[in-house]
């Protein structure tokens, strides 16, 4: 159902040929009193009807507010300008609210990419854009859009980890949320499209592991994170023991043998990779 604009006048003219028609239906039944002449009252009864029918056509428009109009269960249009207007009589009339309406989802359990389950919602920000599709193409719109919201949420959750510590995926719910969040908008304009909602912005609001699992993914996510930071640190370390092993051998310093090389290097490894201070050993002797 595509929506259009509904035929309209300016409120006031419709005031002033509403007052127009009730004079002339007083005076046409005073003339037929006076007179008993039936013109005059066929022609007030006439009058009267009119006025009647003027009466149900007069509306006001609030801001950011649309009226649906049908005649008969004929769809005639909408109005979406504020205003006091002048319509087609004896319309029945369905109000849609224009303002931005935001809602919490429910706290959602789905399994992630991996399979772990997890507590998921979203805040939903959105607005009617099209009321006659909201009206007519779907039944309840509100009632449509926090079902598929919930429907969006639970299908993006399900493609993405929740947490990328080894960086096996490129886009994780808990570290790149702006990303996941601009994946859930684009996913729920489709699924809401039909209900002429618009979608200005999804993001999610709460997220964590399920109770069943939470305790066991916490002492996961610290080993993750403690083999992820012993990884850079060897890796720190090896640059550094063999840029110090090059400048010594550069610069002429000392003359090492493989054999003293193999200890030089275990003994700064040790050094640089523990987690607690090393005492160092002084040889006031030879080396051999």
Known sequence: MKEKEMFKVNGFLGVLLFLLLGAATVISMRQFTLDENYLFLVIGVLCGLVLFLLLSGFTI???????????????????????F????????????????????????????LEGNPIEIAAVVVYKVVDSA????????????????SETGVRHIASQYPYDNVN???????????????????KDLQKRLELAGVEIIEAR?????????????????????????????????AV?????????LKEEGIVDLDEEKKAQMVNNLMVAI????????????GTIY
């Open 61 to 83: 428009i609030q801001p950011n507010q649309a009226k649906v109009f049908t005649l008969f269960g004929r769809y005639l249009g909408v109005i979406k300008h504020e205003g």
């Open 85 to 112: 207007y002048l319509t087609i009589p004896l319309t029945v009339r369905k109000t849609v609210s224009l303002r931005v309406i935001n809602f919490n989802s429910d706290k959602l359990k789905v399994n992630d």
């Open 133 to 148: 599709k909201a009206v007519f193409d779907v039944e309840n719109y509100k009632g449509f859009v926090h079902t598929q």
């Open 167 to 185: 960086n096996d995926f490129e886009i994780s719910l808990r570290q790149h949320s702006d990303e996941v969040g601009d994946e859930l908008t």
């Open 204 to 236: 999610i609001m709460h997220l964590a592991y399920s109770s069943e699992i939470a305790s066991a993914m916490l002492q996961r996510q610290q080993a993750k994170a403690v083999l992820a930071a012993r990884k850079v640190i060897v890796d720190g």
């Open 239 to 247: 640059t550094m023991v063999k840029s110090a092993i090059d400048q």
């Open 273 to 284: 990779v523990s987690d607690k201070g090393s005492q160092p050993v002084i040889n006031t």
